[in-house]
């Protein structure tokens, strides 16, 4: 299923949709659009096959500790930044899947790739781009990231325990980690949404995602907000909550 529709820049915007995979693409041309498509019916391929042969990586929480020498490389990747955070591989899955068609639209020639999988994006820009934080109920909003052009993609990830069907242990409002790319992203901000208590000091919870390839993060529980390390410009910009690809 596919909803096409331009942008400003020369770029258009597709939603599609495959199985429990509802995502956002960007680019600039129309086989690039198609080029992402492929890359996310393959990843769901090789992510699926790998789980018929064995159900326990699509259900553990903890890092998963089983040979996966001969495994697709994307499954590799999953159980690499699941473990790096103690977590259970399936916490990168929507970033995987992310990473893997910004990679497909790159390999295509594109200088420009854009794809958000349930609010789980990663980027390659060559001109500004603004991504916008979503933190449901908090008063804190409309607030964005304001990424500059850069010619490596970049992992933008949120979990949340208030907003959305994603596992979270936490109290976040959304728990944000921008990292090298967005399979470590995806882990990493499952592990600092889960870091989240109820009443707790918001900076401690950024030791959960020290990490290498984790470059920084943001943390909103109802009217607090907490950062840590580098991140992208922040700016005022009004939130589109329709625009979030979910099912």
């Keep these: 299923m596919d909803e096409t529709s331009p942008l400003g820049n020369g770029l258009i915007r597709e939603r599609f949709q495959l199985k429990e995979t509802i995502a956002t693409i960007a680019a600039r041309d129309r086989s690039h659009i198609l080029a992402a498509e492929d890359a996310i019916r393959r990843s769901r391929r090789e992510i699926e096959g790998f789980i018929e042969g064995d159900s326990f990586f699509q259900i553990t929480l903890d890092p998963y500790d089983r040979p996966v020498d001969n495994a697709p490389e994307i499954v590799q990747e999953m159980v690499r930044a699941g473990s790096l955070f103690g977590l259970g591989p399936m916490s990168a899955v929507?970033?995987?899947?992310?990473?893997?068609?910004?990679?497909?639209?790159?390999?295509?020639?594109?200088?420009?790739?854009?794809?958000?999988?349930?609010?789980?994006?990663?980027?390659?820009?060559?001109?500004?781009?603004v991504v916008g934080i979503y933190a449901g109920s908090s008063p804190i909003g409309d607030i964005a990231f304001e990424v500059p052009p850069r010619d490596e993609p970049l992992g933008i990830c949120t979990s949340s325990g208030t907003v959305g069907p994603?596992?979270?242990?936490?109290?976040?409002?959304?728990?944000?980690?921008?990292?090298?790319?967005?399979?470590?992203?995806?882990?990493?901000?499952t592990a600092l949404?889960?870091?989240?208590?109820?009443?707790?000091?918001?900076?401690?919870?950024?030791?959960?995602?020290?990490?290498?390839g984790v470059s920084g993060a943001i943390v909103i529980r109802g009217r607090e907000m907490a950062l840590w390390g580098e991140i992208p410009p922040l700016r005022r910009a009004r939130m589109r909550p329709e625009l979030i690809t979910r099912g």
């Design 94 to 129: 929507a970033g995987a899947i992310a990473r893997y068609a910004v990679d497909a639209i790159t390999e295509a020639g594109a200088t420009y790739a854009f794809v958000e999988n349930g609010g789980d994006i990663s980027i390659l820009n060559d001109c500004p781009a």
């Design 166 to 189: 994603s596992i979270s242990f936490g109290h976040a409002d959304a728990a944000v980690v921008i990292a090298r790319d967005s399979i470590l992203a995806d882990s990493g901000a």
């Design 193 to 212: 949404g889960n870091a989240v208590s109820k009443d707790g000091d918001l900076q401690e919870c950024f030791a959960a995602i020290d990490r290498p």
